[in-house]
Antibody, heavy 121, light 109 residues
Framework: QVQLQESGPGLVKPSETLSLTCTVSGSSISSGYYWGWIRQPPGKGLEWIGSIYRIGSTYYNPSLKTRVTISVDTSKNQFSLKLNSVTAADTAVYYC??????????????WGQGTMVTVSS | QSVLTQPPSASGTPGQRVTISCSGSSSNIGSNTVNWYQQLPGTAPKLLIYRNNQRPSGVPDRFSGSKSGTSASLAISGLQSEDEADYYCAAWDDSLNGVFGGGTKLTVL
């Protein structure tokens, strides 16, 4: 079955860049799905960050668009998130997920376990 | 402040039917379909309902969804203790943004 696993630093300093990678197993990342990132601040709700389809087709949350880049590495079957100029408000659990655009744009049917990222000096 | 509005809490007793509401606007729920997610404590969210009332494979038919105008609802019948979780609605907004509700914490009494 399809599995996703997030990886990356758990601590990032303010003003620096948060970088996370999601490794996909059990399915090719080029198999025709979109792939997305969602985050959840401690004790709060979910926030869509953005989604990518293979290479070149990305959609970002307008409130994060100026700071976010999502990319795909098909050779490693991975996709990545970069969020620059982070502040304490970016502290959250970050999830990667498979995005079933064929159902609708907010259908995330397979999720990683999530990784906690804290922004602090 | 979430774009979609949900009650912060709901409760019910085992076997009961409970509903959770989600209110939006013409740019999201009014013009796009609604999804529901269940998040058990300490775990990743799970897709429960997509396209207003469709269940992914493996989701029990005790869970059902509906939409009318700019509002949507999730109904859980035959409430069980393992249904105690946070529930989130989600929809695409025409501003090109995926939006979620603030979440509803369901307690099984």
């Amino acid at each position: 079955q399809v599995q996703l696993q997030e990886s990356g630093p758990g601590l990032v300093k303010p003003s620096e860049t948060l970088s996370l990678t999601c490794t996909v197993s059990g399915s090719s990342i080029s198999s025709g799905y979109y792939w997305g990132w969602i985050r959840q601040p401690p004790g709060k709700g979910l926030e869509w960050i953005g989604s990518i389809y293979r290479i070149g087709s990305t959609y970002y949350n307008p409130s994060l668009k100026t700071r976010v880049t999502i990319s795909v590495d098909t050779s490693k079957n991975q996709f990545s998130l970069k969020l620059n100029s982070v502040t304490a408000a970016d502290t959250a659990v970050y999830y990667c997920a498979r995005n079933r655009y064929d159902w609708n744009y907010v259908s995330f049917d397979v999720w990683g376990q999530g990784t906690m990222v804290t922004v602090s000096s | 402040q979430s774009v979609l509005t949900q009650p912060p809490s709901a409760s019910g007793t085992p076997g009961q039917r409970v509903t959770i509401s989600c209110s939006g606007s013409s740019s999201n729920i009014g013009s796009n379909t609604v999804n529901w997610y269940q998040q058990l404590p300490g775990t990743a969210p799970k897709l429960l309902i997509y396209r207003n009332n469709q269940r992914p494979s493996g989701v029990p038919d005790r869970f059902s969804g509906s939409k009318s105008g700019t509002s949507a609802s999730l109904a859980i019948s035959g409430l069980q203790s393992e249904d105690e979780a946070d529930y989130y609605c989600a929809a695409w907004d025409d501003s090109l943004n995926g939006v979620f509700g603030g979440g509803t914490k369901l307690t099984v009494l």
